[in-house]
């Protein structure tokens, strides 16, 4: 029941030494502050390195040649694998494929090309795509349309391209589609901006891309039936992991690879990535937790402290409690009232802070600031951190406490 001269009391033992109450709550104010940003900083950080992932979704596998290391049907080891059309009419027929997207990139990986419009120029990617590869890895239409099924039958020669492109080889607030710009000599028609969603470096990159048909790739660059890589989609039922296990035996069974050979087709696993950056945050935040916990703990130590003291310069008053008829368990569930209460209290207003500064910085930092986005707390996390709190400041009081019901009445009152 609440007993308001007891709180009345303890409002009085709190206000008795001012600067002492003060020091001690600010130690738990700091452990509860410390606790509460690290948290929100450290789901911010995961936020954004898994935002900066989305643009792959979990359920992709990427695969392409490399070159052999180990001798397999007559074949020696060091032979290039090299993919073709043939083998995409083999992955479809793959259990659990949903997508296939054959992709060539002009002048191998990362190779960037000079693409000119007019009296401009600029350095970007060219890249051969089919339709299938927008829905692996989904971008943002600013303007027109994406590579359609037409443009591959025809072999058009149409590009979308990203959106920086866009901005340093055309005017201000001019759009693109329509107009042509000129890949190695050939002119290709724009029908299409896009951007990422994310704004990290990754994404950056991706917008100063250029697609193009994938058939017309092949034919205008005369890559003839030639195939970089591969991105391919699981379906609902398929984890990526076991899809990339069916299209690695395939193809290495199309192209006589031997199937423990490490090297023969590399690969790049979407959801075995997820799995591992979920890994590593589940460690940063024990971490966290930990750190802010000790540090929160050392802030209940000196609450336990400061209440020894107080114990020591009240045992007069306990006395005569006791002599009066006070019971230990009343004796005890006092000291531990000061403590939960001052611990709440200052525990509180370093929650109150922490979500605070965490509120300003997101705001500040925007919804999409590329490693850092969105830092924070929910509701449970500050649920969670109450209950470490009020255990803290039940914990810091029970030394205290049985101190003070351990005095003898006769001998507290005979004290100096």
């Known amino acids: 029941m609440f007993d308001l001269d007891r709180w009345t009391e303890i409002g009085d033992a709190l206000r008795k030494n001012k600067l002492r109450t003060a020091l001690t709550a600010l130690g738990v104010f700091w452990g509860m502050f410390m606790l509460v940003v690290m948290l929100g900083f450290g789901n911010g950080l995961e936020n954004g390195v898994k935002g900066s992932m989305m643009r792959f979704t979990t359920n992709v596998v990427y695969v392409w040649g490399e070159r052999t290391t180990m001798a397999y049907r007559g074949f020696q080891p060091g032979r290039e694998v090299d993919f073709t059309n043939a083998d995409i009419a083999a992955i479809r027929r793959v259990p659990g494929v949903e997508y296939v997207a054959p992709r060539n990139q002009l002048g191998g990986h990362r190779s960037s ?91 950056d990159r991706e917008n100063s891309t250029i697609h193009v048909p994938f058939s017309t790739f092949q034919h205008v660059f005369n890559y003839g ?36 050979d490490p090297e023969g087709i590399g690969g790049f696993n979407s959801e075995r990535e997820f799995g591992k950056v979920s890994k590593l945050f589940g460690g940063i935040r024990f971490f966290v937790w930990f750190v802010g916990v000790m540090t929160l703990a050392a802030g209940v130590v000196g609450v336990s402290n400061i209440l020894l003291i107080v114990v020591k310069e009240r045992t007069k008053e306990i006395g005569l409690r006791r002599a009066l008829g006070a019971t230990p368990f009343s004796v005890v569930s006092m000291i531990v009232q000061e403590a939960v209460t001052l611990t709440a209290v200052s525990g509180y207003a370093g929650l109150v802070a922490g979500v605070a500064l965490l509120e300003v910085a997101s705001m500040a930092l925007g919804e999409d600031s590329g490693p850092m986005s969105q830092p924070g707390v929910d509701l449970s996390t500050a649920l969670a951190a109450g209950v470490v709190l009020l255990f803290a400041g039940a914990l810091a009081g029970v030394i205290p406490a049985r101190n003070a019901a351990a005095i003898s009445p006769v001998e507290a009152l005979h004290s100096e």
């Open 225 to 260: 039936e030639r195939v970089s890589w591969f991105a391919i989609g699981a379906d609902d039922d398929t984890s990526a992991g076991d899809l990339e296990d069916r299209v690695r035996a395939e193809l290495a069974d199309r192209h006589h690879v031997h199937p423990d």
């Open 113 to 203: 090309n000079v693409i000119r419009r007019g009296s401009k120029t600029g350095s970007y990617q060219v890249l051969g795509e089919t339709p299938d590869f927008f829905k692996i890895s989904p971008r943002i239409l600013v303007s027109g349309r994406f590579i359609n099924p037409l443009d591959l039958e025809e072999k058009r020669k149409t590009a979308v391209i990203g959106q920086q492109v866009a901005a340093e080889l055309f005017e201000p607030g001019e759009d693109p589609v329509g107009h042509y710009i000129s890949v190695q000599g050939g002119s290709f028609l724009v029908v299409g901006v896009f951007r990422m969603a994310s704004n990290d470096d990754r994404s």
